[in-house]
C-alpha cells in the first residue's frame, strides 16, 4: 500500500544486537498498529498507537517497545534481539470505517 | 478476550470450483466486525470482505460471500469460481466495535487457512 512504508523490509541480525523497525504513513491517520506473524500463530498484535507519544502493549509485547514522536512515524524496537523475535512483522493503520491497511512487512532474522 | 478459529489449515480447490473456509469465533461483545484477510505469497495482507455484526445481510464482494451465523458465532468464507489468483493464505479476523480511544480498532485474528487453486 502506497501510504505505508515499512523499513527495512528485510534485516538479518545477531542474537544481542539492538534493531529497529520504522512504520511510515503519508496520511495523517491517528491509528497505528505492530503485529507480528509466525508459523501457527497468525498475527498477533505488538503494540499499538492512538495519537503522538500515546501508545499500548498488545498481546505479544514482551522484549518490544515503541514510540511514536511524529504522527507519520512508529517505531518498532528489539533492545535485544533474540531467536525467538525471527518473525514477519506488519505495521498497519486505521483508516476509518473499522478497517486496517497494511504495510508490506518486515522479514527480521535472528541469528 | 476475544478469540478466533479457523479449523482447516489447509484447503485446495479446482479451478472454478466453489469453496467454503471456515472461522468461528468467541467473544461476549453485541457489536462487532468480523473480516476476511488475504495473503498472497507475495506476503501482502488484502482485505478481501467485512462484515457488521448489527447487519443481518451477509456481505459479497464480487465472487466473494460470507455465511454469517451471530448466534452460533460462525462467519465462513465462500468463493465461487475459483481463479489460480485466490491461492493464498486466508485469515479471518475479529474486531470490537466502540467509540475512538485507546484500544480502538484492534484486530484479533485466526491461524489461518491455506488454500491452493488447482488448475
Known amino acids: 500500500d502506497a501510504g505505508i512504508t515499512q523499513s527495512p523490509r528485510h534485516k538479518v541480525t545477531e542474537t544481542g544486537t539492538p534493531v529497529t523497525l520504522r512504520c511510515h504513513q503519508t496520511?495523517?491517520?491517528?491509528?497505528m498498529y505492530w503485529y507480528r506473524q509466525d508459523p501457527g500463530h497468525g498475527l498477533r498484535l505488538i503494540h499499538y498507537s492512538y495519537g503522538v507519544k500515546d501508545t499500548d502493549k498488545g498481546e505479544v509485547s514482551d522484549g518490544y517497545s515503541v514510540s511514536r514522536s511524529k504522527t507519520e512515524d512508529f517505531l518498532l524496537t528489539l533492545e535485544s534481539a533474540t531467536s525467538s523475535q525471527t518473525s514477519v512483522y506488519f505495521c498497519a493503520i486505521s483508516r476509518g470505517a473499522n478497517v486496517l491497511t497494511f504495510g508490506a512487512g518486515s522479514r527480521l532474522t535472528v541469528l | 478476550a476475544q478469540t478466533v478459529t479457523q479449523s482447516q489449515p489447509e484447503m485446495s480447490v479446482q479451478e472454478a470450483e466453489t469453496v467454503t473456509l471456515s472461522c468461528t469465533y468467541d467473544?461476549?461483545?453485541?457489536?462487532?466486525?468480523l473480516f476476511w484477510y488475504k495473503q498472497p505469497p507475495s506476503r501482502q495482507m488484502i482485505l478481501v470482505i467485512r462484515q457488521e455484526a448489527y447487519k443481518q445481510q451477509n456481505a459479497t464482494e464480487n465472487r466473494f460471500s460470507v455465511n454469517f451465523q451471530k448466534a452460533a458465532k460462525s462467519f465462513s468464507l465462500k468463493i465461487s469460481d475459483s481463479q489460480l489468483g485466490d491461492t493464498a493464505m486466508y485469515f479471518c479476523?475479529?474486531?470490537?466495535?466502540?467509540?475512538?480511544?485507546?484500544?480502538?480498532?484492534?484486530?484479533?485474528f485466526g491461524k489461518g487457512t491455506k488454500l491452493s487453486v488447482i488448475p
Open positions: 496520511e495523517n491517520h491517528r491509528y
Open positions: 479476523a475479529f474486531m470490537k466495535h466502540g467509540s475512538s480511544g485507546a484500544g480502538s480498532y484492534q484486530l484479533t
Open positions: 467473544t461476549s461483545e453485541n457489536n462487532y466486525y
